[in-house]
């Protein structure tokens, strides 16, 4: 603990966040759901993420 842990933190940087990471990780999840049938579209459930979070990336 003490190597990963704690010496981790000592010289960890904080990296920073979208200030709107809960609705951004909400709209890629409710994104996805498509993805998860036998016959997804890969490539167009994909597209869909993109165009759900492009206007959440904006702000």
């Known amino acids: 603990m003490q ?3 704690i010496d981790g933190i000592a010289g960890g940087v904080v990296k920073p966040n979208h200030t709107g ?4 990780s909400q709209a890629v999840r409710s994104a ?3 993805m998860w049938k036998p016959d ?3 490539r ?3 597209d869909g993420v993109c165009s759900a979070i492009n206007p959440l990336l904006a702000k």
């Open 44 to 46: 167009a459930v994909l």
């Open 3 to 5: 190597s990963v842990v």
């Open 21 to 24: 990471q809960a609705e951004l």
């Open 40 to 42: 997804a579209d890969v």
């Open 32 to 34: 996805l759901d498509p």
